[in-house]
């Protein structure tokens, strides 16, 4: 099975509007597909691929390509890991957010209800963070209802938090069954694999500060992308498309578009793409993974954000 099969490629790489001797960055390496098509189109330019997940830094070495460099860590330190590459500006950015799925076939990750024996895991970065198993065992009921009520949209998330809470002072959740025996009780009829994605999307969601993480990305994308630099955004459920959306159209993530005396818009990206494109019916048969993705193009203006803010 392929580590990760790239979603929207062809798309990705027309909307980063790649010049041969352009910068780019992936910043969710995964498989390498991504990276591996945008480095046939350099021919002096230079792509900085970053991930924070050991399995995707032992996938980058095969990789022997002048212009590449890897990079081991969180895409949420974009700019910090670019100026030690001696980089302040590139030409665009490509973000295909979410698991890969790797990480769900890895029975030992704990990405996954299907394998009920994994441990309760869901760390992209596994010598950092909190696990799962840490959030369920030592997190209060009051909290872990905010978890699965905002991360996971579960409509009963309150019954759950103190059914979770009650059953841990029997016994410890430690692998995915230990888990899914407080699920299965909960679970609407007819629905319960939905049911059981919300859950799990939830935790590894406040596991790896995911919309934390992609929200610092996408304020430093308009820090180091040069005028007419692209933004390139795939993303997978409601919460996280909700950000790029919001931070394309107004430059921040929460309230009105502000203007400047004049009338004129202030934010720094323009969108390429008006509405959001959706896979293909051949690409979903081929890749059902691609399903609920969601894919945005913006392009950096060449108005100082920073001196009018």
Sequence with gaps: MDYH??????????????????????????????????????????????????????????????????????????????????????DGILADIGVSSHQFDEESRGFSFRFKEAELDMRMNQEAGVSAKEVLNEYEEKELHRIFGIYGEVKNAKSLAAAIVRERSNFAMETVEDLMKVLESLAPRGKQMKYFAQVFQALRIVVNDELGALENMLQQSVEVLNPEGRLVVISYHSLEDRLVKNFIQKGKFHGALEKDFYGNPLKPLDPVTRKPLIPTEEEILRNPRARSAKFRVAKRNDFVWDETK
Excluded: C, W
């Design 5 to 90: 099969v790239p979603v929207m490629l062809a798309e990705s790489l027309e909307g980063l509007a790649i010049r041969p001797d352009g910068v780019y960055v992936d910043v969710t390496f995964g498989g390498g597909g991504h990276s591996r098509a945008i480095l046939e189109k350099l021919d002096g330019g230079r792509l900085f691929s970053f991930d924070q997940d050991q399995d995707a830094a032992k996938n980058a070495e095969g990789i022997d390509h002048p212009g590449f460099t890897f990079v081991p860590a969180n895409f949420r330190f974009l700019q910090k890991y670019l100026r030690l590459h001696g980089v302040s500006k590139v």
